[in-house]
Each structure stands twice: as structure tokens, then as C-alpha cells.
């Protein structure tokens, strides 16, 4: 999803107009989510970038776009740019520390 959202609308209040906006982006990632993976991935990952024009764009991590789009809101802009792109990943396994002991066993 690459686009551009406009928060003002004459017929809708600001604050419902960024309701309605990050329901669409939810909906969005869930729907990609439920997507089919590729053979030999294990998940689906989004790169998100966000930026008041698509030139002022920055990378942020999914959890911020909800953040960012209130941002938005408070700074009073008329529109943003909001880019989620999905991509299939394979989970990596965290490196342990040198010294860690295993927490696989339960102790008795």
C-alpha cells in the first residue's frame, strides 16, 4: 500500500477521519496476513515508511504508524503518506550470550 491520506474532510469530524484511516491500514495488514507465504518463508513482514509528502518519507517500524498518524493529526496536516509494503520473511533465532545457560530444561 503506497498512499497519500487526507485528514480533513468536509463532511467528517478530523478525529473520526483518523479512526476511519487507521482501521483501513489495519484491515490492510491483516488481509496481507492471511495471505498464502511463499514455500520455504515462515512470515510476513512489512516495511513501513511515513513522511508528511512521499519525498519526506522515512522508514518506521509497524508498531509507530499509529503513533505517527496521530502525529500527524496533532500537528494539524492536511495529509500524509503512508507506504506498507509486505514481505515474506524467515524467523531468525536469537543469538544466546556468552556464559547463558540453556532455558530449555525445567527444572525439577
Known amino acids: 500500500m503506497k498512499k497519500t491520506f487526507l485528514l480533513t474532510d468536509p463532511k467528517i469530524k ?3 477521519r483518523v479512526e476511519a484511516i487507521k482501521g483501513d ?3 490492510y495488514i491483516k488481509r496481507e496476513r492471511k495471505k498464502k507465504l ?3 518463508f515462515d512470515f510476513w513482514d512489512f516495511n513501513c515508511s ?12 509497524t ?7 496521530d502525529d500527524a493529526a496533532s500537528r494539524s496536516l492536511d495529509k500524509f503518506y503512508l507506504e506498507v509494503l509486505a514481505t ?9 550470550p556468552d ?10
Open 14 to 16: 478530523p478525529t473520526r
Open 25 to 27: 491500514i489495519k484491515k
Open 38 to 40: 511463499p514455500e520455504g
Open 50 to 61: 511515513f513522511g508528511d509528502t512521499a519525498e519526506e518519507k522515512k522508514e518506521i517500524h
Open 63 to 69: 508498531t509507530e504508524i499509529m503513533k505517527s498518524i
Open 88 to 96: 515474506a520473511r524467515n524467523r531468525s533465532k536469537k543469538p544466546k
Open 99 to 108: 556464559g547463558a545457560e540453556s532455558t530449555d530444561k525445567i527444572p525439577a
